[in-house]
């Protein structure tokens, strides 16, 4: 098993370039950016094992949309792995054995070889539709980071995408992609799902996802500054050139709108005062897109909850982000590993935001879904459907497992 440590302060070479493994490697870092991830050389990569990091931070979460095995947060152990240390990775446990002796060896093996019968047992159910015992239907989508998870969502039995992380597309470059570029990748994931919705999220940048070419100034607290559409509604330009994007590609099957990070009601208005303006500019281009198309918001913050009732009226739908709804409901920064034991999205706490975005979405007759991790958490979907939940978007590998559950219930 060979390592790859993309870590200057190690071993006191520059830092490596994730984007070409010289050959089939386990990338052993102290912390990985959501860029690192998101650009790994998917041929050669076998997995990572960070030392920072937290289940919910953005390199756990692409690890598990991409498929790769990935243990975060192991702490200063990872300081006594060197090159020649072979690693036993079960990523489903969460833990990391350094050179395993043959008994250690011979359990990680039966480990791997009950998933693949599990995930073998659990493929009859992908192409099922999630219907619970009532006759309700509850749509179980996808999150994606970009065309290239396409396939591995349809695979899965995807419905459609509940959650298209569009950042991914603005990172890791030295500036931002063209209204023309961005078409072409919306249109891509858009073709590929037809008649199925597809949740385009607006940029959501700010937090751990940073951007050198926006030359945003520093900010002392970046979770709690200036992200996701409140950089969108300072920097009009970037903005309106993704909502045109979106609505051009929109003829191409079922596009859906997405802003994050909304905390009160303005925001939204001044959201959609600047989607009206672009809409009109396409009117007068004479360009078509999907007038009909829903507009929806991120359910994140705890004052969104708290308001949703204001909320409800204004928006076609809301999905609520359950990751950044724990970080922000008990303060404690979700990338932080010092701080786990905060990060309880089952807590009644959490459960009672949700519950109120639930009931407030329905009284107005909107519907509601959750694209947080939670979503795909077997302990959850129980809870999440008796409080009456419409939709669930998870990373793609749990879908046939949530939908095996729901037809339980
Ligand atoms: C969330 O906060 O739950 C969410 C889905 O958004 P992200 O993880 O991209 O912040
Ligand atoms: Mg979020």
């Known amino acids: 098993m060979y390592i790859y440590r993309p870590d200057d302060v190690i071993l006191g070479m520059p830092r490596a370039d994730l984007r070409v493994l010289p050959y089939p490697a386990i990338v052993v870092a102290r912390d990985l ?19 920072q990091g937290s289940t919910t931070n953005h390199t756990a979460i692409l690890a598990q949309t991409l498929g790769i095995p990935a243990v975060v947060g192991l702490g ?3 300081a006594s792995i060197d090159e020649q240390t072979c690693l036993g990775i079960d990523g489903a446990a969460g833990s990391v054995v350094l050179d395993p002796t043959p008994e250690e060896r011979a359990v990680l093996e039966e480990h791997a070889r009950a998933l693949a019968v599990e995930q073998e047992h659990l493929s009859q159910y992908k192409d099922r539709e999630a219907v619970l015992g009532n006759g309700k239907r509850i ?7 970009g065309p290239g998870d396409v396939a591995t969502a349809l695979q899965f039995g995807a419905n459609g995408v509940g959650l298209y992380r569009t950042e991914f597309l603005f990172l890791d470059r030295d500036s931002p992609p063209s209204e023309e570029e961005q078409v072409e990748a919306y249109r891509s994931v858009l073709t590929a799902f037809g008649s199925k919705p597809v949740i385009i999220r607006t940029l959501d940048i700010g937090g751990d996802k940073r951007i050198p070419y926006l ?9 709690l500054g200036v992200r996701a559409t409140r950089l969108g509604l300072r920097r009009p330009t970037l903005f309106k050139t993704q909502l045109r994007a979106i609505l051009r590609a929109s003829t191409a099957g079922t596009a859906r709108i997405m802003y994050p990070m909304i905390a009160i009601a303005e925001e939204i208005e001044q959201a959609n005062l600047l989607l009206q303006s672009v809409r009109d500019e396409l009117d007068a281009e004479g360009a ?26 204004r928006v076609d739908f809301f999905s609520i ?7 922000y409901t008990f303060a404690a920064d979700r990338t932080n590993r010092d701080l786990n034991y905060l990060y309880q999205p089952l807590h009644p706490a959490v459960l009672s935001l949700i519950h109120m975005a639930i009931e407030a979405a329905h009284t107005h007759g909107k519907w509601v879904g959750v694209c947080g ?9 129980p ?24 037809l339980s219930l």
């Open 288 to 313: 078509a897109y999907d007038h009909d198309l829903q507009v929806g918001i991120m359910i994140e913050i705890p004052s969104a909850a708290l308001d949703a009732e204001r909320l409800a009226d």
């Open 76 to 78: 200063t152990a990872l």
């Open 33 to 51: 950016t959501p860029v690192d991830t998101a650009s790994v050389d998917r041929r050669n990569v076998l997995a990572f094992v960070t030392e």
């Open 321 to 327: 982000g359950t990751n950044d709804l724990t970080q």
């Open 139 to 145: 749509e179980v989508s996808a999150n994606i980071g």
């Open 215 to 223: 030359h945003l100034p520093p900010e002392t607290n970046p979770y």
């Open 373 to 381: 991790e939670l979503a795909g958490d077997p302990r959850a979907i």
């Open 383 to 406: 809870v999440l459907i008796d409080m009456g939940i419409d939709e669930l978007s998870m990373s793609s590998a749990k879908i046939p497992r949530a939908k095996q559950i729901i």
